[in-house]
């Protein structure tokens, strides 16, 4: 709760600040601006609130003890993999991403774990592999996806280490 | 002509809220009938909503600024003829205010390409693009805090462009990226 507030709190001050700058110089320019970002957050309300449906039901059926389980303190190896295997394979945006990894940080998955998660998520892409082969040939997309999938360990590993 | 337009845009907003209504139906009941299950769930869905409406608003503001005063336009005319430690920069600053799926990246990469910029700056950029979003840090920010997203990206901007020199290094000098628009009807560039 304390986190969120926070945010909120840095967001809105930035936000206004931004908001004053930009006024100054250009009016016409700030609500154009404006008129983008409503209509990018109303292109994105209904996925965003689908998904965040979606992860209330989850949670109610999916117990906390199981998370922890293959996703906590003590995964380990399992851990990290089922993070990497669901991250690599999957193709879910950042917006849908992200409430979820708040999600399974808060019902006991480490940060590590998360880390790996995300970060697969967004280097690596088992489903776009095809398409990533067309635009630059087999062997640039195969070795940009394992040394991403590499990478998206190492960060894991030290986000583990550091928080 | 009009009026069946705005019927057509109401029943697209009706089919891409139904999950919305149904849920709302599906809470009114619940609590009307007292089942417990639907509460939990509500009380859970309430939760993330409320955080989602502490910083979305602001953070759609703050990305509507950034497209109308960032000339991205005008990184891109300069990419292809910059190298080195000012080429990486470019490239990265041009990713970093890109927004969408990755493989939304694959068709600016031909453009870069296109523009002559090197393998290993389509690389970084690919890398960029994946990690160092803007918009998906705000949201990062927003969600995980600010020691999660500042660990992170620290962490994967020198890892990113590693990769981009070990993958220069791996596809060599033939290296070339495909315009898919244009498959199979000849150069139209």
Not at chain 1, 13 to 33: A, E, H, Y
Not at chain 2, 167 to 182: A, R, T
């Amino acid at each position: 709760m304390n986190m969120m507030l926070s945010n909120a709190l840095i967001f809105g001050v930035v936000t206004g600040l931004s908001l004053l700058v930009s006024l100054i110089f250009d009016r016409k320019k700030t609500f154009l601006g404006l008129k983008k970002g409503w209509k990018m957050l109303f292109g994105i309300l209904h996925p965003f609130l689908n998904i965040l449906i979606l992860i209330s039901v989850a949670l109610f059926f999916v117990p906390e003890t199981v998370i922890i389980k293959y996703l906590g303190e003590g995964s380990g190896l399992v851990g990290f993999a089922v993070a990497a295997t669901i991250g690599s394979i999957t193709l879910i945006p950042g917006f849908i991403s992200y409430p979820l990894a708040a999600a399974l940080l808060k019902q006991g998955a480490t940060y590590a774990v998360v880390a790996v998660f995300m970060t697969t998520l967004m280097m690596v892409g088992i489903v776009t592999l095809p398409l990533e082969i067309r635009y630059f040939g087999k062997k640039a997309a195969l070795w940009r996806n394992g040394l991403n999938l590499l990478a998206a360990i190492i960060i894991g590993i030290i986000i583990g280490w550091l928080l | 002509m009009n009026a069946s337009t705005t019927s057509n845009r109401i029943q697209g907003n009706l089919k891409n809220y139904a999950w919305v209504l149904l849920f709302l139906l599906f809470t009114i009941g619940s609590y009307l009938f007292g089942f417990r299950p639907g509460m939990v769930i509500y009380s859970n869905f309430t939760e993330f909503f409320i955080e989602m409406l502490l910083f979305i608003p602001f953070l759609f503001i703050l990305i509507g600024l950034f497209d109308v005063w960032v000339p991205k336009e005008m990184i891109e005319r300069h990419i292809g003829k910059t190298s080195g430690i000012k080429g990486i920069f470019l490239v990265i600053l041009l990713a970093m205010l890109q927004a969408g799926p990755l493989y939304g990246a694959f068709p600016v990469a031909y453009l870069l390409y296109k523009k002559g910029a090197s393998a290993r700056n389509i690389f970084i950029y690919l890398g960029a693009f994946s990690t160092l979003k803007l918009p998906m840090l705000g949201i990062e920010l927003g969600y995980l805090g600010w020691k999660f997203t500042l660990i992170r990206t620290l962490v994967s901007l020198p890892l990113f462009i590693l990769v981009g020199y070990i993958l220069e290094w791996i596809v060599g000098k033939q290296f070339e990226v495909k315009d898919l628009s244009d498959h199979g009807n000849g150069d139209v560039a």
